[in-house]
């Protein structure tokens, strides 16, 4: 993978860091398919049971575009400029979202644009208390795109979703939580460790139970309330034949503390 892209697996934990500090982490093409090849080889691997997505520097966790090659696309006359949708971040954003393992983002500084929107494609985001979120595309005549257009209302709502696009600004990190965009917030020196100890508690925790928590999570949301608890079904009786279950069972009768095996 190209070096704006970090890979690296520890103990079940696939730790992803996008590595291009001095441009704010925007994303150029080679850093687009090197993150996409990263969150899909992660998906892929069975030795890894949670993700942390996170970037180099302190000012930004993703600025979204590289607008800078993007205008050099447009001067030259590309008809392709806009296949980045359908070639980087539609598969990316399917990878973190659908992927049977729970997926940490540390948002170590200012996430716009698909920055944004690879933050929210996250199941669980820490986040600095110096960073900020926009979603910029209107700024620059574009419409959603990273996901954003299906997370974002799944987690402030249909209403403020359309206030954020319509009208982007940056949300600074308290309002984030308060809007729960941000899952945890932490000062900014403590970020790194924080996010890394989040995400490996859930890479030593039962894969199983939180693949199924991530599926009924957003099953839910789109369908009735019949048809939720028939996918609740499905996916307890899964969790309950998995080996973790035994282990926990197990484990809380012995007053003991758990040790999953991710199966």
Same mark, same amino acid.
């Given at each position: 993978?190209? /070096?704006t892209v970090l890979y690296e697996v520890s103990d079940g934990?696939?730790?992803? +860091?996008?590595?291009?500090?001095?441009?704010?982490?925007?994303? *150029?093409?080679a850093t687009k398919v090197a993150l996409r090849d990263a969150v899909q080889a992660a998906a892929g691997d069975d030795a890894?049971?949670?993700?942390? $997505? =996170?970037? @180099?520097?302190?000012?930004?966790?993703?600025?979204?575009?590289? $607008?800078?090659?993007?205008?050099?696309?447009?001067?030259?006359?590309? +008809?392709?400029?806009?296949? =980045?949708?359908?070639?980087?971040? *539609?598969?990316?954003?399917?990878?973190l979202t659908e992927m049977p393992k729970p997926v940490v983002a540390g948002v170590n500084g200012v996430a716009a644009g @698909?920055?944004?929107?690879?933050?929210?494609a996250a199941d669980y985001r820490v986040v600095a208390d110096t960073a900020g979120f926009n979603t910029s595309f209107a700024?620059? &005549?574009? =419409? &959603? /795109?990273?996901g954003i257009s299906w997370t974002l209302p799944r987690v402030v709502g249909p209403g403020r979703a359309a206030d954020l696009l319509l009208f982007p600004r940056t949300i600074k990190a308290q309002e984030a939580y308060e809007l729960g965009i941000a899952n945890r917030l932490v000062p900014a020196g403590e970020l790194r460790g924080e996010a890394e100890k989040v995400a490996? &508690?859930?890479?030593?925790?039962?894969?199983?139970?939180?693949? &199924?928590?991530?599926?009924? $999570?957003?099953?839910?949301?789109?369908?009735s309330l019949s048809e +939720?608890?028939?996918?609740?079904?499905?996916?307890? +009786?899964?969790?309950?034949?998995?080996?973790?279950?035994?282990? @926990?069972?197990?484990?809380?009768?012995?007053?003991?503390?758990?040790?999953y095996l991710g199966r």
């Amino acid at each position: 993978m190209a /070096d704006t892209v970090l890979y690296e697996v520890s103990d079940g934990l696939a730790t992803i +860091t996008i590595n291009r500090p001095e441009a704010m982490n925007a994303l *150029n093409i080679a850093t687009k398919v090197a993150l996409r090849d990263a969150v899909q080889a992660a998906a892929g691997d069975d030795a890894v049971r949670a993700v942390l $997505l =996170t970037s @180099a520097g302190e000012r930004a966790f993703c600025v979204g575009q590289d $607008l800078k090659e993007h205008i050099g696309l447009l001067a030259d006359g590309s +008809t392709s400029v806009m296949s =980045t949708v359908k070639e980087h971040y *539609n598969p990316v954003v399917r990878a973190l979202t659908e992927m049977p393992k729970p997926v940490v983002a540390g948002v170590n500084g200012v996430a716009a644009g @698909a920055g944004f929107g690879l933050a929210l494609a996250a199941d669980y985001r820490v986040v600095a208390d110096t960073a900020g979120f926009n979603t910029s595309f209107a700024g620059v &005549a574009l =419409t &959603a /795109d990273s996901g954003i257009s299906w997370t974002l209302p799944r987690v402030v709502g249909p209403g403020r979703a359309a206030d954020l696009l319509l009208f982007p600004r940056t949300i600074k990190a308290q309002e984030a939580y308060e809007l729960g965009i941000a899952n945890r917030l932490v000062p900014a020196g403590e970020l790194r460790g924080e996010a890394e100890k989040v995400a490996r &508690a859930l890479a030593e925790g039962p894969t199983v139970a939180y693949a &199924a928590i991530k599926e009924s $999570l957003a099953y839910g949301f789109s369908h009735s309330l019949s048809e +939720t608890l028939e996918k609740e079904d499905e996916l307890q +009786t899964r969790a309950g034949a998995s080996e973790d279950h035994a282990i @926990a069972v197990r484990a809380f009768v012995n007053k003991e503390a758990p040790k999953y095996l991710g199966r």
